[in-house]
């Protein structure tokens, strides 16, 4: 049973960082992309970073590309997500997810993801 436990949210003010972790375990590493996904106000779940475990490959939704990292301790098994230059659009809950994938580059389609996380609220105040 593949289980997600995220935390680091938190209030930041505009222009601070946050880092986002996500502990992980219960599947096969080499054959799952993480993802993290954010519901915010007024908005759709969208999909923010994801990288895919066999290849290292990630992909970003565009607002953030230039400003979030998404990366990984396979020792601690946790992926993390480095959000830089925070802005008050990107205040929601961030959710971590896997899905089982053989592609190289993982989506961002919160539909593909199996397993989900509780959650993690971030405040940018504007």
């Known amino acids: 049973q593949v289980q997600l436990v995220e935390s680091g949210g938190g209030l930041v003010q505009p222009g601070g960082s946050l880092r986002l972790a996500c502990v992980a375990s219960?599947?096969?590493?080499?054959?799952?992309?993480v993802g993290w996904f954010r519901r915010t106000p007024g908005k759709e779940r969208e999909g923010v970073a994801c990288?895919?475990?066999?290849?290292?490959?990630?992909n970003y939704e565009a607002s953030v590309k230039d400003r979030f990292v998404i990366s990984r301790d396979k020792d601690k098994d946790t992926w993390y997500l480095q959000m830089n230059n925070l802005k008050p659009e990107d205040t929601g809950a961030y959710f971590c997810?896997?899905?089982?994938?053989?592609?190289?580059?993982?989506?961002?389609?919160?539909?593909?993801?199996?397993?989900w996380g509780q959650g993690t609220q971030v405040t940018v105040p504007s």
């Open positions: 219960g599947f096969d590493y080499g054959f799952y992309s």
């Open positions: 990288l895919q475990n066999a290849v290292g490959t990630a």
């Open positions: 997810a896997s899905e089982w994938t053989t592609q190289a580059l993982c989506g961002l389609r919160s539909s593909t993801y199996d397993y």
